[in-house]
Every structure is written in structure tokens, then in C-alpha cells.
């Protein structure tokens, strides 16, 4: 059981992105398709954990200081880094291997997020700012990757949208370590030195804004709405506009922020409206609903 936390297997739900070109192209009744998704799911599932387990034993020595983090199965000494390392290296041939097997493409791109992760966990993380523009293009690479997987062309104001919430989140858990680890926060992860809580709440507050506007213009770009077969999608937007702000209010009242992941799975405010997200937009994408909104005159 150590062993598969060790994994982080909850953090795979940061892995959904993967079905966004699958959702969007309308490809979601093509089993064939959503086999290739699944696929490279479990493909960036497997470079993603390993991933986690270099970076735990990379931090063990922090991770033992960390008030959460110290109950992690490495840092706890569960599990041994040796092991930790040798599952490392049967996880990540494995899952490159089976992105590789989906499509060159595809394969490429799950080689460039494991690179560019290992930088992070081994020595970009110390950077200002790229630290948090490596976490972000982690996700676009997720969208990617199930954009190459089942060959299709995704929309560029998807892929914005996608890497300012990425952005967004990323600001968000900076935020969270900095006020709940207060003057160790440095000690625990040495990049916080270099920020500040008004300099990330300038940076929260513009990349809010960003998703929200590049998610609305996203919905009314003729070519999507030509893509998709429905004028409908701009009526998720207040959707859109409510999970930012509830996110916000956990943020900056109920002083969380720090896993995304925990609060997709614990908040219920953030699980409904993901939920009637995606029911609402699926509904109006393979029900090629027609409102005659866009476009309209007044």
C-alpha cells in the first residue's frame, strides 16, 4: 500500500486534461478513440508518478521538515528511495513506451513533459517564476498529448485558456505556502524566498481575468463554433466565472490552495459546478444545440 501511495495515484486526476481534444472534437462516441485517450491517459499516468517518486527522493530531506509532506511514504521511510528509484525507472520506459506506441507525436510530447519535469524537480524549481511556467506547460502538454493521441487539431484558445487556469492554480498553491508555512516556508521550499504574498495576489488577480475572457472568446470564435456544431457553449461561461470565484474564496477565506487535487476531490462547491460543466457542455456539443445566440443582432 506505501508503494502505491508513493505514486501519488490521486494526483492522476490532473490527468483529465488529456481528454479534452477527445471531448471537444466530438469523438467522445468513438470507442476507438477513446481507447487511443485512455491510453495515453495511463501513459502520462505512469511518467507523471515516476516523476513523483525522483521528486520525493530529490526533496527527502525538506519533505522530512514539511508538516504534510513528512507523511509522505518516502519521506516517512515506507518506502526506501533505492526502491523508489528502481520503480522510477520501470514506470517511466513503460509509460513512454506505451505514448510512443499511440503515435510519434504523442510519444514526443510525453518525452518532452518527463524532461522538462525532471529539470524542474532536479533544479528549475528554483527558479523564480519558470517554476511556475513548468507546472503550467505541464498541463498544455497533457492537452496536447490527447490532441496527438487521436489525431485531431485542437483549438489555440484552448490551449491559452488551458495554461492560464494552469498558471492560475500554480500562483494559487505558491499563495497556500507561503501563509500556511509562514517564516519556514523558505526552509521547506527555498523558491518562496523570492516571493511575496501582495507580488502572487497581482498575479492571481490578472490570470483570473485571463481564463475567464480567453474561455468567453473561446466559446463565440466562429471556427469553434463551426467545429462543434453549436453556438450553445457560450452559456458555460457564468460556469466558468463561478468555479474561478469559488476557487478564489477557498483561496483567500478558507485559507486552502495548496493541492489543487484535494480540492477537486473534497470541495463539493468545486465538484458541482465541474460536474454541470461537464454535463452542460456535452450536452450542447453532441446535441449540436443551435441558440442563435452568437452572431444575433440586438
Known amino acids: 500500500m506505501h508503494h502505491l501511495r508513493a505514486l501519488r495515484p490521486h494526483q492522476w486526476v490532473k490527468n483529465v486534461f488529456v481528454f479534452a481534444a477527445l471531448i471537444f472534437s466530438r469523438s467522445l462516441t468513438d470507442p476507438d478513440l477513446v ?5 495515453a491517459f495511463a501513459a502520462f499516468s505512469l511518467v507523471a508518478s515516476a516523476i513523483y517518486l525522483i521528486n520525493d527522493v530529490a526533496d527527502y530531506a525538506r519533505d522530512r521538515l514539511h508538516p504534510k509532506k513528512q507523511k509522505r511514504p518516502i519521506a516517512a521511510g515506507k518506502v526506501k528511495r533505492g526502491t523508489a528509484i528502481g520503480m522510477a525507472a520501470v514506470l517511466m520506459p513503460a509509460g513512454l513506451a506505451l505514448a510512443f506506441s499511440l503515435s510519434i507525436p504523442a510519444g514526443v510530447t510525453v518525452a518532452v513533459y518527463g524532461v522538462m519535469n525532471l529539470s524542474y524537480s532536479l533544479r528549475l524549481k528554483h527558479v523564480v517564476l519558470l517554476d511556475v511556467f513548468i507546472i503550467a506547460l505541464g498541463f ?43 517564516e519556514d516556508a523558505a526552509a521547506h521550499r527555498g523558491i518562496l524566498a523570492r516571493y511575496s504574498t501582495p507580488f502572487i495576489d497581482k498575479m492571481i488577480g490578472a490570470l483570473a481575468s485571463m ?27 457564468p460556469l466558468v466565472l463561478f468555479g474561478v470565484f469559488r476557487y478564489l474564496y477557498l483561496v483567500h477565506i478558507e485559507q486552502k490552495g495548496g493541492s489543487p487535487t484535494e480540492i477537486v476531490l473534497t470541495d463539493r462547491g468545486v465538484q458541482a459546478v465541474v460536474a454541470l460543466y461537464g454535463a452542460c457542455a456535452v450536452g450542447l456539443i453532441y446535441f449540436n444545440v443551435q441558440l442563435g445566440l452568437v452572431g444575433a443582432g440586438p
Not at 498529448?145 to 498553491?173: M, Q, R
Open 35 to 39: 481507447l487511443r485517450a485512455l491510453l
Open 140 to 182: 498544455l502538454l497533457r492537452v496536447t498529448v490527447g490532441a496527438f493521441a487521436i489525431d485531431v487539431g485542437i483549438s489555440p484558445w484552448l490551449l491559452i485558456c488551458t495554461f492560464f487556469i494552469a498558471l492560475f492554480l500554480a500562483f494559487c498553491k505558491r499563495r497556500h505556502e507561503l501563509e500556511s508555512l509562514g
Open 211 to 237: 481564463t475567464v475572457m480567453s474561455y468567453a472568446l473561446y466559446t463565440i470564435d466562429p471556427r469553434v463554433i463551426a467545429r462543434l456544431g453549436t453556438d450553445g457553449l457560450v452559456l458555460t461561461v
